[in-house]
């Protein structure tokens, strides 16, 4: 048996031994995630159990060092975890922004103390992070956040207001871009501090979505203290450090773009029947389904592809953006589909008779995924800039 | 499988890309086109592709091919793409070769794929017979005589037929029109009395005519594999056909793009660079996203003619209906953007919509394989 057979049998016995059955059990939303942190939100308690195992084995973050927490896998040997996990039906055990978004920063860019400082809680779900990234006027143009550092010595003390804070209200840390100088371009004078959400002076408001519900926030900051020693690589250097965090945050949102369980072709055959030669009975609707099932497939190639890439040491450049792009649009357009097959039942927004209105509020959501993350225009900016060389 | 190219797929595109830039490119198709040539390419620039052993890339070794692949010859054809390479890569190779691999006997092989892979011969398909692809409309008749059979009748969008030594006649030997059973394919010689080739010209002016059949009286053994049972080589054929056409518009349609982008780059209005301005910027990045996926699903496409894949079917219609709208849009738009000088003839990309369009037709254009798609999908 190779070696990687031997991880396999290994990994199966183990899961099998120690995954609750409830956690083999479909996801039912959102809500459904467990996020860790200080107060954990618990909405089933082999949750916390799950996690706690499976963190023990390093393997809420299955390809971090194992120094720092994570379970010190080989890009193979994570495959087969994951395969072994799809096989059950296990649910990863933790989702969250320190793992998807921090993490892979702080590995690049952090000292070894912070590394050791901040890596393993997040490895254990026990710290749950928030971004502090997107300003009331630096959106799109982030680079023109004006929140400021001051210098005090072993501390800066910090003022100004971030939004679009996602989960800030319910975020035990922050990693957040500052400005500590002002005097060069924008993009110079930007740096990134990490800092406790407890802290005096830290005040949040979430935000109400036309989906109804809450994911954002406003964020205040009136005189709040972070030490030094949580100031990520240079100070005045942060840019660099956020730019390659973005695109870890939109290969996450990109990932929306994945096909759904139930195709769209599928749904609409049970909605509108089909004629003697099987053709949907709706040759418009059944057009515009057709054409977002083929670019689906053909966005769900392409990640393959660019995975595979990667890791023959080939890349496509701008690779995030160009998802980023095109799954969140994939995205909207099968919200829309599930809209126009659903119906009147699509368009409930509360009550039984809709399950809640998952479907409208589903809809809504994903309006925001081509804003979040960076617009799909801005994402077109970086793909004629950066990969087609087109001038400013 | 890795949707990712091995080092002696990528060698081999190179070498492709720098023979046919050189010897088949668009100042050959220009030279070919302005002397009216009737084949339509140069016999002295096949026996150079030749000379590579491309011909002879996705022919099994045991018939004296390369057995390297589809994946391979769909890299070639994809260089050919680029450079609207006049050569009968697709009639005689994708296309004839394959029939005779997939519904010929054995002896019917190795009589004539030795002779395929080494270049020496033409083989050309002739299905079509109305304006459109419908395979399993075939009406043409072989009526069988008691030794063997009469064909009477028209075939349509013969590629490279005036260079073509033998055709593949598909014709209705039972059932009704509408039936994929009942389709039998003939070899039938060029020289077979009663058989004359029309020559025709398209917009992409390459080689192309009508075959006619008056009579013309075949032995059974002209019969490639069995009678009434052509349909399912004859559709695993043209899978692999439109996806080897999908490689070679994945080429054309990025070529067409590329020359638009740096054109981009040079042309100066209002004071500025044209790509400076977002309205054509967003455009051109779009239409890289679409390239990008249209190149996976072409890669994974090929990928799955060596595999065997079952799902062979739905992903050269998958990856034909992308190829057909990738490839008009990037054409359209080079047109656009390269304003007035985008409708003469001079420039180039009037050449890349016009071969575009052609081979967006070839074997079924995008209505027709999205609606396949779609079919083979469940709705």
């Known amino acids: 048996m190779s070696d990687l057979e031997h991880f ?35 909405a089933h308690p082999d949750q916390q159990l799950w996690c706690e195992r499976m963190a023990e084995r390093g393997w809420t973050v299955p390809q971090w060092p194992r120094e720092y927490g994570g379970g010190g896998l080989s890009k193979d040997q994570a495959k087969v975890l994951q395969q072994e996990m799809a096989r059950i039906g296990a649910r990863r055990p933790l989702e969250s922004f320190g793992i998807s978004m921090l993490g892979p920063a702080l590995l690049k860019f952090g000292t070894q103390a912070q590394k050791q400082e901040h890596l393993p809680p997040i490895c254990r779900g026990e710290i749950r992070w928030c971004q502090g990234y997107s300003e009331p006027n630096a959106g799109s143009d982030l680079a023109s956040l004006q929140t400021r550092a001051e210098d005090h010595g072993d501390h800066y003390l910090i003022n100004g207001q971030k939004i679009w804070t996602s989960y800030a209200d319910k975020a035990d840390w922050i990693f957040c871009l500052v400005r500590t100088d ?104 059944r057009h515009t389904i057709a054409q977002y099932q083929l670019d689906a497939l053909a966005f769900g190639a392409t990640m393959s592809r660019v995975g595979d890439e990667a890791k023959a040491g080939q890349g496509l450049g701008a690779a995030s953006s160009i998802f980023k792009y095109y799954g969140t649009e994939l995205n909207k357009r099968r919200n829309e589909l599930n809209l126009a097959i659903g119906g009147e039942q699509a368009l409930g927004w509360e009550g039984d008779a809709y399950q809640g209105g998952a479907t409208s509020r589903d809809w809504l959501r994903s309006k925001g995924n081509s804003i979040e993350g960076g617009t799909s225009e801005v994402q077109l900016n970086i793909v004629a800039k950066r990969v087609l060389g087109l001038p400013d | 499988m890795a949707l990712v190219l091995t080092e002696e797929q990528v060698m081999l595109k190179e070498s492709a890309a720098g023979l046919l830039a050189e010897k088949a490119g668009v100042a050959q198709l220009r030279a070919l086109r302005d002397t009216d040539d009737a084949l339509g390419f140069s016999p002295a620039v096949w026996r150079a592709v030749a000379d590579m052993g491309w011909p002879g890339i996705a022919i099994p070794e045991a018939f004296g091919g390369l057995g390297y692949g589809y994946t391979g010859l769909g890299l070639v054809l994809e260089q050919a793409g680029r450079h609207l390479s006049p050569i009968p890569l697709q009639s005689t190779i994708l296309v004839g070769a394959t029939l005779i691999n997939e519904l010929g006997s054995e002896a019917q092989k190795q009589a004539l794929l030795p002779a395929l892979a080494a270049g020496e011969l033409h083989i050309s398909l002739a299905l079509q017979e109305s304006a459109q692809h419908a395979p399993e409309r075939t009406a043409l008749v072989a009526a069988a005589d008691g030794v063997g059979y009469r064909l009477s009748g028209t075939k349509c969008l013969v590629l490279d037929a005036l260079a073509a030594q033998q055709f593949v006649v598909i014709a209705r030997t039972s059932g009704s029109v509408g039936e994929t059973s009942g389709l039998t394919a003939f070899l039938v010689p060029a020289s077979a009395l009663g058989l004359s080739v029309e020559r025709r010209s398209l917009v992409d002016s390459r080689g192309v005519g009508v075959v006619h059949l008056d009579n013309v009286q075949l032995s059974t053994d002209a019969v490639l594999g069995n009678v009434n049972e052509a349909w399912q080589g004859l559709s695993r054929t043209l899978d692999i056909a439109n996806i080897g056409l999908a490689s070679e518009l994945l080429g054309l349609a990025t070529q067409a793009f590329e020359t638009t982008v740096e054109y981009l780059k040079e042309r100066k209005q209002f004071g500025r660079v044209i790509g400076s301005f977002q309205g054509l910027a967003h455009r051109a990045a779009e239409l890289f996203a679409e390239l990008e996926l249209a190149r996976s699903l072409v890669l994974k496409a090929l990928q799955a003619i060596d595999a065997d894949d079952p799902q062979l079917p739905l992903l050269a219609s998958a990856a034909k209906a992308k190829l057909c709208e990738v490839a008009q849009r990037a054409t359209n738009e080079g047109i656009q953007m390269h304003g007035g000088v985008g409708m003469t003839d001079e420039y180039d990309i009037g050449l890349y919509i016009k071969r575009s369009r052609v081979a967006q037709h070839c074997f079924g254009d995008y209505n027709y394989h999205l609606d396949r798609f779609a079919q083979l999908s469940g709705f």
């Open chain 1, 8 to 42: 396999r049998a290994e990994t199966r016995a183990w899961l099998a031994e120690n995954c609750p059955a409830s956690m083999c059990e479909p996801i039912g939303g959102f809500d459904d995630l467990y996020t860790g942190g200080r107060n954990p939100e618990v």
């Open chain 1, 182 to 285: 002002n005097s060069g371009s924008k993009h110079e004078g930007i740096s990134f501090v990490l800092f406790d959400m407890a802290s005096e002076g830290v005040t949040t408001r979430p935000i109400k979505l036309i989906s109804g519900s809450s994911p954002f926030c406003e964020t205040f900051f009136d005189n709040v203290r972070a030490d030094k020693r949580n100031l990520v690589g240079e100070e005045g250097k942060g840019w660099a450090i956020a730019k390659y965090l973005l695109t870890h945050e939109r290969e996450m949102i990109s990932s929306f773009g994945a096909a759904p369980k139930q195709s769209p072709g599928d749904a609409a055959l049970a909605a509108f029947g089909a004629d003697a030669s099987g053709r949907l009975n709706n040759g418009i609707l």
